[in-house]
């Protein structure tokens, strides 16, 4: 049987084609066969969008289109077989097959007509896979509690304000706070963990869908159903929850609920919020999100999709277009790369977006928008920037405050041991805490550099500076923490080889001794403000300030506050009057401008 050959679409403007797949009936292991035709979109009979994993694109299974045969990812066809019906046909639209993967051009305009090609679906169909790690009951419990959240708001309650603090919530959710349910959240966290909620293409192809449901093995649950669950579970802190993951569901749903009420975000908060989402095509970074810009943004010829131009290329050019139409420089606070291998030869001041860390702005949640940075380390000053035509260099106004003397452990999530010891949570930070206290020499009896207790400036960089609790509640907050820091230190002379059910008797044990009399508990309010943290590290300055920077930031390195930047600027210099960008800081007792001199600054070159 010869291969498949596509039939090309019009090339000229007003060309509005896309290719319709009409999967035949079949059961078991029967071949798939499908028909695949040009429709007009918007003039095309009934179908439905399939929201996928592509899975390794090397590993490919043949079906037969058109009579012919043709090569598709093992994910695609999995979730071809599931949605077949035994009887009837079944049309739909899958971007594998129906864009010609292997023409550059018509690949870029396809891409561009998504944003026409799901809203018009009569519902997308997410497929998360296989039934695995006991994932049917996953979904039951994800239904349950769907239920239950139900009963909860036609009370007049809100999901987003639920705590077991009321007796109402307690009395419905409680039973979910039973070790016999513990086996049903667990699978239903790995559900969370599948790599659907990873990619970056799954945001426009929920966000524009009319309805959606998601499908996992023989389960299924409506999307809106999906996220009760997921935020009762988040909130209601159940077992296993993990916020962090779970910030990649909520971000996906603020998708949704933007587009659907008409929201706009600017180029850099989209491609910001999104960053953490990967794709196998490092330029769908940039392609996959260009729809949900504001339409100004859109329409801009460094965001056409072209599949003809390099990734480095790509990306400087977007940095150029967001920092031309800035009146900050908030680009410069994504997050950089840690390690490992980015586009080559990219400028230390283009974000690198191939980077999927989850490192949430300075003061704000995991997904949050960029530009809502409420900081003025500069005061009300607007950028100047200058690009270099000959190079990759760019020209930025303004001095240098400090320099970095000593700094602590990177908080990197990945590498902490378990954080959950049988229903003893342990704070992440706390892993880190003890050394972080030292750079910041919080025991020492002198004041802070700008007054006050160093204990106190300790506490507020670690929420930088961005709760509205009391200062007493810090503390209080901040003993808490210095309490779980014991315990990590006890379990860090424990033996390795000690089983974990022995260690978790341990934990608890220690847990009962630390908390006898009072409260582990910390406010909602006081861990969001902890989400900061991740990929970061406290520091020390030659003058004695206390600082939250990133990863990258190493003693020597000198602050600098800039022109347009909200935020004090880590750099590191280079040979010939040049420095590199290494992210931006949170300096205690410099946010609001108190080291900003206009008179004082000069052009600083970045390359």
């Known amino acids: ?237 159940l077992w296993l929850s993990d916020h962090e993951r779970n910030a990649y569901v909520f971000i996906l749903e603020r998708a949704r609920q933007e587009w659907c009420t008409g929201i706009r975000r600017s180029l850099l908060s989209v491609l910001f919020r999104y960053r953490i989402l990967d794709a196998t095509d490092p330029r769908d970074k940039i392609f996959a999100l260009t729809a949900l810009t504001k339409p100004e943004f859109s329409r801009t010829h460094a965001l056409q999709p072209n599949y003809n131009i390099g990734t480095t290329e790509l990306y400087t050019a977007i940095a150029k277009e967001i920092l031309s139409h800035s009146s900050h420089l908030n680009l410069f606070s994504v997050p950089r790369r840690l390690s490992g291998a980015g586009p080559r030869n990219l400028p230390s001041w283009v974000p690198d977006w191939t980077s999927t860390r989850l490192t949430a702005p300075l003061g704000l949640a995991n997904y949050s928008d960029i530009n809502d940075l409420a900081f003025a380390a500069s005061k009300s000053s607007k950028p100047q920037v200058k690009f270099d035509a000959d190079s990759a260099s760019l020209g930025i106004q303004g001095h240098c405050v400090d320099r970095i003397a000593a700094v602590g452990t ?39 550099v700008t007054g006050g207790l160093i204990r106190d400036a300790f506490v507020q960089t670690l929420v930088v500076e961005s709760s509205d609790e009391s200062i007493e509640t810090l503390r209080l907050h901040l003993d808490i923490l210095e309490r779980n820091a014991t315990i990590v230190r006890w379990i860090g002379f424990l033996p390795t080889f000690l089983p974990d059910w022995l260690v978790d008797r341990v934990v608890h044990l220690i847990h009962s001794i630390l908390f006898w009399d009072r409260t582990d508990q910390m406010t909602l309010a006081f861990r969001i403000n902890l989400s900061s943290l991740a990929d970061r590290r406290v520091f020390r300055t030659d003058k004695g300030y206390i600082g939250l920077g990133p990863a990258l930031a190493e003693a020597d390195d000198d602050v600098a506050v800039v022109k347009g930047a909200k935020v004090p600027l880590v750099l590191r210099s280079k040979e010939s009057a040049q420095w590199s960008l290494q992210g931006d800081c949170f300096l205690k007792g410099v946010m609001q401008g108190e080291a900003y001199l206009e008179d004082e600054t000069s052009e600083i070159s970045i390359i």
């Open 410 to 448: 990177v908080l990197r999530l990945e590498h902490l041991p378990r954080t959950n010891y049988h229903g003893i949570r342990i704070p992440k930070c706390a892993f880190v805490l003890d050394n972080w206290s030292q750079v910041a020499k919080v025991w020492e009896s002198e004041s802070y």
């Open 1 to 237: 049987m010869s291969s498949y050959c596509y039939v090309p679409f019009g090339t000229e403007p007003e060309c509005n084609q896309f290719r319709i797949l009409t999967l035949l009936p079949g059961s078991g292991e029967q071949p798939l066969e499908c028909i695949l035709e040009h429709g007009e979109i918007g003039e095309s009979p009934p179908y439905e969008a399939i929201s996928y994993v592509w899975g390794d694109p090397e590993n490919k299974v043949e079906i037969i289109c058109n009579g012919k045969t043709l090569a598709i990812t093992a994910g695609l066809e999995e979730a071809l077989r599931h949605f077949r019906l035994r009887s009837e046909k079944k049309s739909l639209w899958a971007d594998a097959i129906c864009i010609n993967q292997n023409d550059n051009e018509e690949r870029g305009r396809q891409v561009g007509r998504m944003r026409d090609i799901y809203p018009r679906a009569e519902q997308v169909l997410i497929w998360l896979g296989e039934e695995r790690e006991e994932s049917d009951k996953g979904m039951a419990v994800a239904l349950d509690i769907a239920d239950t959240c139900h009963q909860y708001t036609s009370e007049g309650h809100s999901l987003e304000a639920i705590s077991f603090h009321h007796e109402f919530a307690q009395r419905l959710f409680g039973k979910f706070r039973d070790s016999s349910e513990f086996e049903r959240l667990m699978a239903f966290a790995k559900i969370i963990e599948r790599p659907w909620f990873t990619r970056v293409w799954v945001v426009q192809e929920l966000a524009l869908a009319t309805e959606a449901t998601v499908y996992c093995g023989n389960s299924s649950i409506s999307w809106p159903d999906f996220m009760a669950a997921i935020t009762a579970q988040d909130r209601l802190n």
